[in-house]
């Protein structure tokens, strides 16, 4: 071999090792955990007997959950997991408490000075998850009183319910900020981005969607369409609204990891924490990439 020949041979094991090297990179790219913001969590009082705060906390670390908004019923139960591990859960503050429920709070005298006296506290990143079941409920003297106080203390509303009564919600006090829960629970993406167009103060969690938004490795058309087209207006939920969820509380989040995986990386990022960091103001997304 003569010099000319040894260069460039030199040069083809060298590019040879740098493909080898990306290569490599992008495997392990693809092989990280992508951490998630679980903007859906609820401490209420049936699940305080058996999962212990710190186990708690230890459920979320082992499914790479490193944020998590939470709400309770009653409240104490956020603010015990708040007082466990603050970095981690940031309470959203719900009206239920006694004999305030889902089926009754909109008509309850007392909830809006209940909510605020709470808020003076300065700690919730926002109000709810609370039920409207109708168009009827979103228009009584409470739920007006409680969207005034999220649009004062600048923090979200967190509902769920259809889009009719969320349409009724935002008639009343437009300016208010709201996190939809579970898209509507049974709405088609067609009318989740017909939402997303009209009212640009909205953000959808996607708790309960995940066997729809994907059947094995296969996305949904509608929903691809309407996740990339929407990509900084969603963000993930588990919904531990009973307690057998927290026992399978790693399930639901690779629930989630499975859709997200088939998404282009950036989409995948901003929906599984990305767009909640900027929401919620949790810290950096820097320490979540870690
Ligand atoms: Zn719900």
């Known amino acids: 071999m003569n010099n000319l ?3 460039h ?3 083809i094991i060298v590019l040879a090792a740098l493909t080898v090297l990306y290569c490599a990179r992008l495997a392990g790219a693809a092989d990280q955990v992508l951490p998630i913001f679980d903007t859906h969590l609820h401490y209420s009082r049936p699940a305080w007997q058996s999962i212990a705060p710190q186990d708690a906390a230890r459920k979320l670390e082992a499914a790479g959950v490193p944020r998590a908004l939470v709400s309770s019923s009653p409240d104490e139960g956020s603010l015990v997991l708040r007082r466990t591990d603050a970095r981690r859960f940031a309470p959203v503050l719900r009206p ?3 004999e305030v429920r889902s089926g009754n709070w909109t008509r309850d005298p007392k909830t809006p000075a209940y909510l605020e006296a709470r808020l003076k506290r300065g700690i919730y990143k926002g109000i709810g998850e609370f039920h409207l079941f109708d168009e009827a409920g979103a228009g009584t003297p409470t739920v007006r009183r409680t969207a005034a106080l999220a649009v004062r ?13 969320l349409r009724a919600l935002f008639a009343i006090e437009p300016k208010v ?3 939809w829960a579970h898209a509507g629970m049974s709405e088609p993406p067609a009318v989740i981005g017909a939402m997303l167009k009209r009212h640009k103060n909205l953000w959808v969690g996607l708790s309960f969607r995940a066997g729809e938004i994907a059947t094995g490795d296969m996305l949904d058309p509608a929903w691809r369409a309407l996740l990339t ?9 588990s919904d531990t609204y009973v307690t057998s969820r927290w ?3 790693g399930e639901l989040i690779e629930a989630h990891r499975r859709w997200l995986k088939l998404l282009p990386a950036e989409v995948a990022r901003a929906i599984a924490y990305g767009n909640a960091v900027r929401l919620f103001g949790s ?8």
């Open 229 to 237: 087209r929407n990509s900084d207006r969603f963000v993930i939920g």
């Open 283 to 290: 810290g950096d997304i820097k320490a979540l990439e870690k």
């Open 177 to 179: 900020r709201i996190l």
């Open 9 to 11: 041979f030199q040069r």
């Open 247 to 249: 026992s399978v509380y």
């Open 153 to 165: 203390y600048r923090i979200v509303l967190q509902v769920h319910s259809g889009a009719a009564a």
């Open 5 to 7: 020949g040894k260069i």
């Open 96 to 98: 239920y408490r006694n």
